[in-house]
């Protein structure tokens, strides 16, 4: 079924009261709620006759892939609600329990440039791991950049996240993070509106970008050019009532011109997690962990990797601290230019810092 049918569908859906009515309705009924047009109408009655859900459920199944429909009761609460819902979300992952999970709140969308700076890179993963420690769940799109680096941050703290895609869940894009999208998969989920086999194509992304706003109780853009992709998510989010949130940046960067211009159009400015907790005043949110700098964490964290390049898991059992503790000491320290992040989550302290007393 093409996505522009699809489309067509949903609207028809809204009008009949459920999808379930108007894929069981006759010819004549089905015209009607698809405005009369004979062409759409001969092309919806085709789809119908050609699909065979016994067939397709089974499918889905061996392949290890669930299916949402917007009727069933998992369906996200609040993706209903905006304009033009996805007709139905395809996943792969820990789905049902990441689905709750969105539903229980707080659920933040992260997103920003796929070509960001160091420093953008550290605040997104920081303002993740601080958010996710929290209890927050966090959305974002799998791509390059500020994207990964908001769901590393969320993998960090022991949080959940999801990953919504601009292809199907069988077509991770880009392909550099099937290992990050199989890290989601353990505890959140990777899910899409698209049909298994659809391929990544351009004018999926920005209709994807609905889908993450839609889900999030708030939306955080980290660096952003004029023309960014993550200014669609801001605008869709705007249009949903939920609250924006931009993190501000130098005058002259072009990296900075989508934020500082959100910012002056009346997005809420953030510097850290605090920002983004009073914008969702009503979220079930966990008390924040106790400031790394106060308890030794950072010090605790940075004699780890000085030994040696380290995972979280390893950095938690050396240092005697929990996963959350870890991953905002490590946020710190990224910031502070003391440890580095390597591939594979795995962290390693910065030559000739940190050591002498520094903390």
Known sequence: MSHA?????????????????????GGPQMAAWLRADGDLTKKAGAARAAFRADRAREALIRRGI???????????????????PPFGLFGVGQVPGALAALDAGPAIAIVGSRRPTAAGRRMASALAADLAARGAVIVSGLARGIDAAAHEGAL???GITVAVLGSAVDRIHPRRHVGLADRIQ???????????????????FPARN??????????VVVEAASRSGALITADF???????????????????SAGCN?????????????????AEVPGGAWADAPVAPSSTGACALVLSVVQREPAGVD?????????????????????????????????FRAVPGRGRGGGL
């Open 261 to 277: 211009a959100l910012i002056r159009a009346g997005a809420a400015l953030c510097e850290a997690a605090d920002d983004v907790v």
């Open 156 to 158: 960090e703290a022991g």
């Open 210 to 219: 609905r889908i993450i706003a839609g889900l999030g109780d708030a939306a």
């Open 66 to 84: 669930a299916h949402v429909p917007i009727t069933d009761a998992s369906y996200p609460a609040r993706l209903r609600r905006i304009f033009d």
């Open 5 to 25: 049918l699809s489309r067509d569908l949903q609207r028809a859906a809204r009008v009949a009261g459920g999808p379930d009515i108007l894929w069981g309705a």
């Open 237 to 255: 989010a705007m249009e949903n009532g939920t609250p924006v949130l931009a993190v501000p940046g130098w005058p002259g960067s072009a990296l």
């Open 314 to 346: 390893r950095i938690a059992g050396e240092a005697g601290i929990g996963h959350a503790e870890v991953a905002v000491a490590l946020a710190a320290l990224e910031m502070d230019g003391l440890v580095a992040r390597g591939q594979g989550g795995v």
């Open 186 to 204: 353990r505890d959140g989920a990777v899910v899409s509106e698209y049909w298994p086999g659809t391929e990544p194509m351009p004018w999926r």
